[in-house]
Every structure is written in C-alpha cells, then in structure tokens.
C-alpha cells in the first residue's frame, strides 16, 4: 500500500488524463512523475520510503479508477542525472 491518501487521486488523474489527451497509448511512471514535478530524480533509498515507488504503488491501487493498466514493470530507465533505476508502463484502457 503506497503512503499517498486519496486526495492525492484528483493529482494523479488530472495528469493522467492530460496525458492520454495527447493521444499517447502508454506512459510510465517515470512520465507522470516528470509531469507532476517537473524533472525525476531516484530516490536512493528502499522501495517502502521512495516516494518514486509509492507513486508507481498508488497507481496500480487505483489503476481501475484511472483506467490503466501495467503492462510492464522493472523497465530500465535513466533518471535526469543519468542514474539508472528502473519504471513500469501504463496502458490506457
């Protein structure tokens, strides 16, 4: 369970939905992420405390809500420093 509470739903679906508008078929986590904030960088710490990974954890808790699903998890990807960490992607359903 992600440590994000339910008014953190209206953010993610106003992004969510911004980018489907763009036609796109899947985002990552890593996308929405860089949407929401601007930039993404790793957390360099544990799954439980990331707050990179409890993004990624409240999106498959309210994926039905948001009309996504992960097709994709342990991506690789480079964060904006270069680091390599890892994302999963989303498709619209």
Avoid: C
Avoid at 72 to 93: C, L, R, Y
């Amino acid at each position: 369970m992600s440590f994000f509470n339910n008014d953190f739903l209206s953010v993610v679906q106003k992004h969510v939905e911004q980018i489907r508008a763009k036609g796109d078929k899947t985002f990552s986590t890593v996308d929405l992420i860089k949407k929401y904030t601007g930039h993404f960088y790793s957390d360099e710490t544990n799954a439980h405390d990331s707050i990179n990974a409890n993004i990624g954890k409240f999106l498959k808790e309210n994926s039905p809500l948001l009309r996504i699903e992960e097709k994709a998890a342990d991506q690789p990807v480079a964060d904006d420093a270069g680091n390599q960490t890892k994302t999963s992607i989303w498709e619209f359903i």
